[in-house]
DNA sequence: TAATCAAGTGCAATGGTGTTGCATTTTATC
DNA sequence: GATAAAATGCAACACCATTGCACTTGATTA
């Protein structure tokens, strides 16, 4: 298990410390992405700016992507399997039901976006964030 | 030019008070979606707060909108033409230019979002925001 | 016109999140 | 084992959103 975890770090070129690991093994465990807050609830007593620079790290070094979006703070998830290799991934759509108050990635609709504003009016994109708010499959039948 | 100021925010059943009528001028103003603290430096000495829960009169009035987008903090704008009247219209996606931090408001594509999401996936989808970060066309020239 | 009430405003203060500086601890290298 | 580099933990700060409360303004009614 923690073995598979210090892998992960290594296949990164993160040097797999005891704090990585634990807010690395997480981001796995959580089905959602996850707010710097909400780790350092699960990790207390851990230090909430250790953790800060952990995941900026994560960011940093692409193992993880951030999603920022005001009111619920940042959040941070791992990138998922389409997008681990070279390309840092984090352009799909972000559903936040307001019911359960999760987060989770939806399909990606950035490269229609991108192409119209890139070849039709001549934007330089760097970064396309789509945030979705509303009730997610999961909790409409639960209402 | 007060007349229409006037005029407008009684249209949408706002009371036109100095403040609004300033706050409402300055939106309407600016080219772009302005933060709170902009508007705040703008008509400096006004109290911040009072500006703040105008935005909040006037979003929940229906006569603009906010983008909420962490490093930016959140954003104020007019309803465009197209989106004045019964429906608040927020969702097109806005580009920030990373050169002149303008924030400007592109083509909508949430329609495409919302189609799929809601057909295919079973989402209830109540609010879409798209932010995307890059240079805009105008820098694009001035580098 | 004066009294009364609701709405709007301004000041003070709080809470949350992101962020930095610095001293200490841990880890890697020689 | 000594030294350097990286990671960590604590304290503190900055910024923004937000609330509470007292005061002012403006509208309504007696």
């Known amino acids: 298990m923690n073995y598979q975890i210090i892998e992960i770090l290594e296949k990164y070129q993160i040097k797999p410390t005891p704090m990585r690991m634990l807010v690395l093994e997480q981001l796995r465990i959580a089905r959602k992405l996850l707010s710097l807050s909400e780790i350092e609830a699960i990790l207390y007593p851990a230090d909430r700016v250790t953790i800060y620079r952990t995941l900026q790290t994560f960011v940093r070094k692409r193992i993880a992507h951030?999603?920022?979006?005001?009111?619920?703070?940042?959040?941070?998830?791992?990138?998922?399997?389409?997008?681990?290799?070279?390309?840092?991934?984090?352009?799909?759509?972000?559903?936040?039901?307001?019911?359960?108050?999760?987060?989770?990635?939806?399909?990606?609709f950035s490269y229609i976006i991108r192409?119209?504003?890139?070849?039709?009016?001549?934007?330089?994109?760097?970064?396309?964030?789509?945030?979705?708010?509303?009730?997610?499959?999961?909790?409409?039948?639960?209402?």
């Open 115 to 143: 192409k119209n504003l890139t070849t039709a009016q001549n934007y330089e994109i760097h970064k396309i964030e789509v945030t979705i708010k509303g009730i997610c499959p999961n909790c409409t039948s639960k209402r």
């Open 66 to 108: 951030m999603v920022d979006t005001l009111h619920t703070g940042a959040v941070y998830g791992l990138c998922t399997d389409s997008c681990i290799g070279a390309e840092h991934c984090d352009e799909h759509p972000h559903f936040i039901c307001e019911y359960c108050k999760t987060i989770t990635c939806t399909n990606d």
